[in-house]
């Protein structure tokens, strides 16, 4: 099973940028298709985006579609999210997680998650 352990979260400013990281080990990632989650305080975990395995496709929640974008470095063994034109609804805490088998935005289809980061916008 491969390991995630996701980077880059942090304060900002409304109208601000981020780009979280999740870096994998123990498998390669290019066998997976990558998606990324968030969680608000209360909330459940909510999709936001995925990536194919070879990058060519990606797939939005239309909450973040226009503004957050998936890429990845299989030879990094790393997926990124680029996050702008933030605001305070997209604080929560950030997640990646490995579908080894299917590709879109169910939870349940993903066998593996990082432990997450948080990601905090100040209005």
């Known amino acids: 099973q491969v390991q995630l352990v996701e980077s880059g979260g942090g304060l900002v400013q409304a109208g601000g940028s981020l780009r979280l990281s999740c870096a994998a080990s123990g498998r390669s990632v290019s066998n997976y298709a990558m998606g990324w989650f968030r969680q608000a305080p209360g909330k459940e975990r909510e999709f936001l985006g995925v990536?194919?395995?070879?990058?060519?496709?990606?797939l939005y929640a239309d909450s973040v579609k226009g503004r957050f974008t998936i890429s990845r470095d299989n030879a990094k063994n790393t997926v990124y999210l680029q996050m702008n034109s933030l605001n305070p609804e997209d604080t929560g805490v950030y997640y990646c997680?490995?579908?080894?088998?299917?590709?879109?935005?169910?939870?349940?289809?993903?066998?593996?998650w990082g432990q997450g980061t948080q990601v905090t916008v100040s209005s």
């Open positions: 997680a490995a579908a080894r088998r299917v590709y879109g935005p169910n939870r349940s289809w993903y066998d593996s």
């Open positions: 990536v194919s395995r070879d990058g060519l496709s990606t």
